[in-house]
């Protein structure tokens, strides 16, 4: 076997750390696999998908009782808010899914070139080798001053030509590795692109049950019976709204609890209060929607249709169907859920005791735990039995405040 010379040696030992200086860091050291976060994604994908579907078999059995008007409509809507979510999760998943291709084509064609130096400069130093055999590698041995120089000469031309072998291969097998991530990705990404499709498809279907939602809701709005029954609703959730808020101001309180003592403990605080409290905003609050009027207002309200007296919790505000909402004021997005009369609605936390509810939504932007500023949109509103409207309530801890009193006058 040849020794390699010592101009080779020289050349491609210069060639070896300029093709390595360059090489992106993430080629080499700890694996970027997206295995984890592709699996948590398909996960929470396929959650949503089953409550879609879920939904579908209650819209169906709905249909088949006109009794059951108002829970078609309820079914309809939930399901509605949940292709959208979908939708836009396959789309950002997607987004995401090209980005890693792209970089993984990146490294490929990176190494590629490389891998491309190395083999030209290798060809270049076989023609020399050719042309004047291991000479000027004897001459190097020969020219040592001692026996363990000679040595030493001899090991260090062995272990360079070993050596060199090793990190081509070492980089010919990151190439195969990453050519096999790019051909995941792009599987992964040709079957998001299909249900992206089928969902597209599946919420143009929903745009054509709106047009029944709408005529039904145009029927049952001539039946009394109708609106006995959504009192009724709305009285369960009024008292489900208490429940629910006295549960999110337990928690709130352990929350501050537990961030107490990681300051005493000397540790950073977890709960960043807004930038302007909320308390000093009363009166100035701008609206949730643009150019709206109020329908109904805080406190006892006369029926249209029953003239049966009731609580209002907060104020609906009309609007046409489809407007934007957007949040009154900086906080965090604490919850976000469905009530029989409430329809889709969000909670937004201001600190200090002060949350907002939005309320009658056909499609939520947010998710919990966002930080939201004020003016930041955060839904679309929707039409129900009392018309084209949003709900919109401001409570501080358990008591319920008069929106109106914390509105800026328009």
Not at 278 to 287: M, Q
Not at 341 to 357: K, P, W
């Amino acid at each position: 076997m040849k020794i390699y010379g010592k101009i080779g040696i020289v050349t491609l030992t210069l060639l070896f750390l300029f093709c390595f200086e360059g090489l992106p860091q993430h080629v080499f050291g700890r694996d970027s696999s997206p295995d984890e976060e592709i699996a948590r994604r398909q996960r929470e994908l396929e959650s949503i998908r089953r409550e879609i579907d879920n939904f579908e078999k209650k819209i169906q059995e709905s249909r088949r009782s006109e009794e059951e008007s108002i829970t078609l409509l309820e079914n309809l809507d939930r399901q509605t808010v949940l292709v959208r979510t979908y939708i836009r999760d396959l789309r950002s998943e997607e987004q995401r899914l090209v980005r890693e291709v792209d970089e993984a084509r990146r490294s490929i064609r990176t190494l590629e070139n490389e891998i491309e130096k190395l083999r030209t400069q290798y060809a270049r130093y076989v023609r020399s080798e050719y042309k004047h055999g291991s000479v000027k590698d004897v001459e190097l041995l020969l020219s040592a001053q001692s026996v363990n120089q000679f040595l030493v000469r001899a090991e260090y031309l062995r272990r360079f030509s070993d050596h060199r072998r090793t990190d081509l291969n070492a980089i010919q097998k990151k190439q195969k590795e990453i050519a096999h991530q790019q051909e995941r990705l792009e599987i992964a990404l040709r079957d998001q692109r299909n249900v992206i499709r089928e969902k597209q498809q599946e919420e143009k279907r929903l745009a054509d049950r709106t047009v029944e939602r709408r005529n039904v809701l145009n029927r049952i709005r001539q039946d009394r019976s109708t609106y006995e029954k959504e009192l009724v609703r709305k009285q369960h959730a009024e008292r489900e709204m208490r429940r629910l808020i006295a549960g999110l101001i337990e928690e709130q309180v352990r929350r501050e609890r537990r961030d107490a003592d990681r300051v005493r403990e000397g540790k950073p605080s977890e709960i960043v209060p807004p930038s302007v409290s909320f308390a000093s905003k009363k009166g100035s609050l701008p609206w949730p929607v643009r150019g709206g009027q109020i329908a109904a207002r805080f406190g006892e309200q006369v029926h249209p249709v029953l003239k049966t007296v009731s609580e209002n919790t907060g104020v609906d505000i009309t609007v046409p169907a489809g407007s934007p909402v957007y949040a009154v004021a900086e906080g965090d997005v604490v919850f976000i859920t469905w009530l029989p009369a409430y329809g889709n609605l969000v909670m937004v936390y201001h600190h200090n005791g002060y949350r907002t509810v939005y309320a009658n939504l056909s499609d939520i932007l947010v998710r919990v735990d966002d930080r939201v500023n004020a003016g930041d949109m955060i839904a679309l509103s929707d039409e129900s039995l009392s018309g084209s409207t949003i709900h919109f309530e401001i409570w501080r801890d358990r008591e319920k405040q008069n929106p109106e009193a914390w509105l800026r006058p328009q």
